[in-house]
């Protein structure tokens, strides 16, 4: 089976855009999204163009903040300050990578967590490790408690559309980064898998890997994950976005054609995690204006 996060996310922004309609009617405006890019890095200006015509396409008004590459650390820091202090907006999220000279987590830290649309802040990141049932399938929905990652929180809603319950399941990690490994690792444990996460030192991967039934590979290595890394009927899940040295298409982490004929369910790259990445991050948006009462933020 073969997971469309294509369709999924498609599907998920239709109840959006009811969603927010309704919000409108209710409140007088619309959730609003604030992006701060900085530099000239051809892949961040098309994800964030990606993401402003998502929310256009639900109804979502967004604004982009164009930093030149050689901004200063305070020059986006005192662009955050402004947006947290502006009760029109409810969503902020910084373009990552930032340009080598600035400090992402302090600037990632200076975003209001009640705005934290990525769920990177340092005061989410605790709730996500803290609390036992954050981004379980079903409370995910369009208001959770606070933001969660937007790709691991996509992944989990990938495995719930195929029909895979991480309860009682030994899930593998392939990757331990603060934004998709370690908190999709935090989400599978919540949602009572047996969790391990590899990395670059792990030794004896493929023994891992082959006795996972559900495998999350985010390590950005294309075709990294072959068939005799894989349980047969396993759940695979593919976070990577690169690009094919040979032939220089898009790829993933998983050498797809291969890993499809003994997987049980499995996500292409592109038309899996990535749409779904963008599907989250509205829903988020959606969640921060509800969480920040719609009736004061119009103060
Ligand atoms: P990072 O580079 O931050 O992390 C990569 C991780 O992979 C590290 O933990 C690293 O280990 C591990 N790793 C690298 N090589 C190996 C190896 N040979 N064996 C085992 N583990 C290894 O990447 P991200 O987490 O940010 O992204 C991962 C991939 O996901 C990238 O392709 C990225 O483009 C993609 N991505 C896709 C998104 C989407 O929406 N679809 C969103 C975000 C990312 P160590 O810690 O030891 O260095």
């Given at each position: 089976m073969i997971i469309s996060g294509k369709e999924v996310a498609n599907s998920i922004k239709a109840l959006l855009s009811e969603e927010v309609a309704g919000l409108?009617?209710?409140?007088?405006?619309?959730?609003?999204?604030?992006v701060i890019l900085v530099g000239d890095d051809p892949a961040s200006a098309k994800y964030v163009h990606n993401k402003e015509l998502a929310c256009e396409r639900v109804g979502i008004e967004n604004l982009t903040f164009r930093l030149p590459a050689q901004a200063t650390?305070?020059?986006?820091?005192?662009?955050?300050?402004?947006?947290?202090?502006?009760?029109?907006v409810d969503g902020i999220l910084v373009q990552l990578p930032?340009?080598?000279?600035?400090?992402?987590?302090?600037?990632?830290?200076?975003?209001?967590?009640d705005k934290d649309v990525d769920g990177l802040s340092p005061a989410n990141v605790a709730r996500l490790w803290t609390e036992r049932a954050a981004g379980l399938?079903?409370?995910?929905?369009?208001?959770?408690?606070?933001?969660?990652?937007?790709?691991?929180?996509?992944?989990?809603?990938?495995?719930?559309?195929?029909?895979?319950?991480?309860?009682?399941?030994?899930?593998?990690?392939?990757g331990r980064s603060n934004i998709v490994g370690l908190p999709v690792a935090k989400l599978l444990l919540n949602a009572g898998a047996t969790v391990t996460v590899c990395h670059s030192h792990t030794k004896n991967?493929?023994?891992?890997?082959?006795?996972?039934?559900?495998?999350?590979?985010?390590?950005?290595?294309p075709h990294f994950v072959t068939a005799?890394?894989?349980?047969?009927?396993?759940?695979?899940?593919?976070?990577?976005?690169?690009?094919?040295?040979?032939?220089?298409?898009?790829?993933?982490d998983?050498?797809?054609?291969?890993?499809?004929?003994k997987a049980g369910a499995i996500?292409?790259?592109?038309?899996?995690?990535?749409?779904?990445?963008?599907?989250?991050?509205?829903?988020?948006?959606?969640?921060?204006f509800l969480r920040r009462g719609p009736a004061r933020s119009t103060a």
């Open positions: 409108k009617e209710k409140y007088g405006r619309n959730p609003k999204l604030a650390v305070d020059q986006v820091l005192s662009r955050v300050e402004a947006l947290n202090s502006d009760p029109s930032l340009p080598g000279h600035i400090c992402e987590s302090h600037v990632i830290a200076a975003i209001s967590p399938p079903g409370l995910n929905s369009a208001a959770p408690a606070f933001p969660v990652p937007c790709t691991p929180a996509g992944c989990m809603r990938l495995l719930s559309e195929a029909g895979v319950d991480p309860d009682g399941k030994n899930a593998v990690v392939l991967l493929a023994e891992i890997t082959s006795k996972a039934d559900i495998l999350v590979a985010a390590i950005g290595k005799d890394m894989v349980k047969s009927g396993a759940a695979v899940i593919d976070v990577g976005i690169n690009v094919d040295p040979v032939t220089g298409v898009l790829c993933g998983v050498d797809f054609d291969a890993v499809a004929a996500t292409p790259v592109p038309g899996g995690v990535g749409p779904m990445t963008i599907a989250m991050l509205l829903e988020n948006t959606v969640g921060c």
